[in-house]
């Protein structure tokens, strides 16, 4: 009966079935398994990068070590897991990313052209674009026009507007919305405006409501006193992403 080789004397390169399996080589197995997380948020499409660089490693080890250790095809599991699922997360994030970029687009330009309507004196038109259950729509175009008239009449021309800032935020009642924070600057006064946008079921955006106020910079400039106070916002602000100018 022939005697089993002590561990100190066996040879691994001559003996391939005592070979041991890369540890490198089943982490990144079970690494390029847990690559699937890449579609629940951005920064964990470097999971499977992570599977990848391991896999690589493991390869690197296996070939070096002339047979002493194995594991190949784990590590060209691991590897094609980790390329697969890169590849999937980033173009899912980069795809939300692009529908995001192009729906804050489309919304400073509905902004902008909203503002120019109201700046123009077409109330009507703006009041019309209001959704049904809106505050603003429930009291009526003429409480409607008197509160924007109001921070508009005697301050002359436009000299410029500017998007300042863009958000899009969860509402309280849920689905979201996105204010549009506009600096108007008039010949006699300069005005904060917001646009609200509220996004219906069907996906689109629409104008939910319109609050405004001078500043402080322009009480301090032109001290007008009889500028009413502003038209207060239909929302409550919350954490939303921002989209600066």
């Not at 399996?21 to 197995?29: G, H, K, Q, R």
């Not at 629940?40 to 896999?55: H, K, M, S």
């Not at 123009?120 to 409607?144: C, H, I, M, N």
């Not at 917001?194 to 106020?213: I, K, M, N, P, S």
Request: hydrophobic share 45%; glycine share 12%; aromatic share 6%.
């Amino acid at each position: 009966m022939t005697e089993p080789v002590s561990d100190d004397r066996l040879d691994r390169a001559t003996d391939p079935e005592y070979a041991a399996v890369c540890p490198l080589a089943v982490i990144a197995l079970v690494v390029g398994v847990l690559g699937g997380a890449a579609f629940l948020a951005a920064p964990l499409v470097a999971v499977p990068a992570v599977a990848i660089g391991l896999a690589l490693a493991a390869r690197r080890k296996i070939r070096k070590s002339q047979g002493v250790l194995v594991g190949r095809k784990l590590a060209v599991a691991g590897l094609v897991l980790g390329i697969a699922t890169a590849a999937a997360g980033g173009g899912y994030h980069l795809l939300l990313w692009q529908g995001k970029q192009q729906t804050l687009e489309d919304l400073e330009t509905q902004a902008i052209e909203t503002l120019d309507e109201i700046l123009a004196g077409r109330y009507e038109t703006v009041f019309e674009k209001l959704p049904d259950d809106s505050l603003q729509r429930k009291l009526g175009l003429d409480a409607f026009r008197q509160g924007i008239s109001g921070l508009l009449d005697g301050a002359g021309g436009l000299v410029g507007r500017d998007l300042m800032s863009l958000q899009i935020l969860p509402f309280e009642s849920g689905g979201l919305v996105a204010p549009a924070d506009m600096r108007v600057n008039l010949e006699r006064r300069i005005l904060e405006v917001t646009l609200w946008f509220r996004q219906e079921e069907d996906g689109h955006w629409r104008l939910a409501g319109v609050g405004g106020q001078e500043t402080v910079e322009s009480i301090a400039k032109y001290g007008d006193e009889g500028v009413p106070p502003g038209v207060p916002a239909p929302y409550q602000r919350g954490h939303g992403h921002d989209h600066h100018h």
